[in-house]
């Protein structure tokens, strides 16, 4: 039955065209963006996991910057170490040279301390973006506001760890963000002030002194807290000043200045190579060492007895890792014997110092290539997800348009039906 009311096939031949006009729209929305999933309407699974990897090579972006920063600050330290390390390598060729007794050693003692201020020159100036990971220390401080302590000590030097920001890491539980710890190497040859300061009832003190028979030896141990609480509830506090004195012959200060992160191993070992160095200095027959868990051992060569005393004191400042160089005196038979047996211990320093940037730096250098391609395989992900297949788009494009040709040219012709109708009345 022909109806001039309801044309069935012009309704069906318009329906055709608004879905071919409808997907023409949606290509042709791919071929201008260039996404497939443009937005969360398109498809908003896909769409949403895309938006949190997108936000993820963001973060990497960023942590990319902060290796670069990081690796940047560290190849400074570590060129300034290796520089300080052949600046040492030839002090000690110097003092090698004031052994011999026919050499003018003020000339010599001249040249090492020319070496030495160049070594503080480097250590001062081995900073980038005002980070010194040569210069340890913890200026305008005082002991009480870095570990709770109540004396003073401005300058106290510090452990001194600086946390490079290395990865974005995604769980279950959200996002976090991992570091590369890279620590200081103290360098300076700043001098330590020894602490005038007393300490609470519970200090640390150091245990053992008294008489030590000739050729005998006795064990000096470092003691903690025992009331930690009080102390800020750790066991060593940067600024305490242990001393060991007595020693006939000795009248040098045999002491060292805790900084922060000491242990008593620590200051045990920095008593050692005091009194090692002043005892050789003043050509005495006493030896320290570190003995069963870490305590110092110190042995009297001499033919008779001495008597030690020790004392712990408050509000100190620590030294350099280098300010033995500040002492180092060859003008003497016996000062450049001392000198000779200190420099060696210096240059390991040196040398672990250099060493241990460069470990850091290689690390954050494999740490970078690694985000870097990470960052490409998120890219190429989400491009998978979203991205429109341009080959397909194109040829979808040309198949839409023949159809709405075709659609057109039928609705026209659905259109022109009912005037077949006509014809019945004439």
Avoid: C, H
Avoid at 339 to 351: D, F, H, M, N, V
């Amino acid at each position: 039955m022909s109806s001039i009311l309801t044309n069935n096939g012009a309704m069906v031949a318009l329906q055709t065209m608004k879905s071919i006009n409808k997907n023409m729209g949606m290509v042709q929305a791919e071929i201008s963006t260039g996404k497939s999933v443009g937005n969360a309407k398109d498809n908003a699974a896909v769409w949403a996991i895309s938006k949190t990897m997108e936000s993820d090579v963001k973060g990497f972006k960023a942590i990319s910057d902060s290796l670069s920063l990081g690796t940047s600050t560290i190849a400074v330290a570590r060129s300034a170490s290796e520089q300080i390390t052949d600046l040492l390598t030839e002090i000690k060729g110097k003092i090698v040279a004031s052994q011999e007794a026919n050499v003018d050693r003020t000339k010599i003692q001249a040249d090492v301390a020319a070496l030495r201020d160049q070594i503080g020159s480097i250590t001062g100036a081995a900073q980038f973006n005002g980070l010194n990971l040569l210069s340890n220390r913890q200026g305008g401080a005082t002991v009480a506001n870095i570990v709770g302590n109540t004396g003073a000590g401005a300058g106290i030097a510090g452990s001194g760890n600086v946390d490079v920001l290395s990865s974005l890491d995604r769980a279950s539980g959200g996002v976090s963000s991992s570091t590369i710890k890279v620590g200081k190497q103290d360098l300076g040859s700043q001098a330590r002030v020894a602490g005038a300061g007393t300490d609470i009832a519970t200090a640390p003190s150091l245990t053992g002194a008294g008489a030590i028979a000739a050729n005998a030896t006795a064990t000096l141990t470092v003691v903690g807290d025992v009331a930690t609480a009080a102390r800020g509830g750790t066991r060593v506090i940067a600024g305490d000043t242990y001393a060991v004195a007595g020693l006939t012959g000795i009248t040098a200060a045999m002491n060292y200045v805790a900084r922060d992160g000491d242990t008593v191993t620590d200051i045990a070992k920095g008593l050692v190579d005091r009194i090692n160095f002043e005892a050789k200095k003043a050509n005495l027959n006493y030896t320290a060492s570190i003995g069963n868990n870490g305590a110092l051992t110190l042995t009297n060569g001499t033919a008779t007895s001495v008597t030690t005393t020790t004392a712990v004191t408050t509000g100190g400042t620590a030294g350099g890792g280098l300010e033995m160089l500040r002492e180092l005196d060859v003008t003497t038979n016996d000062g450049a014997k001392a000198a000779l047996s200190a420099i060696e211990g210096l240059t390991q320093k040196a040398i672990g110092a250099a060493a241990t940037f460069g470990t850091a730096q290689k690390r954050i250098d494999v740490q970078q290539s690694f985000v870097s391609n990470l960052m490409d395989s998120l890219k190429s992900g989400i491009g998978s997800m979203v991205d429109a297949n341009m080959e397909e788009a194109s040829a979808r494009l040309q198949a839409l348009q023949v159809q709405q040709q075709l659609a057109t040219q039928s609705l026209s012709i659905a259109n022109q039906a009912p005037q077949s109708i006509l014809a019945l009345f004439r």
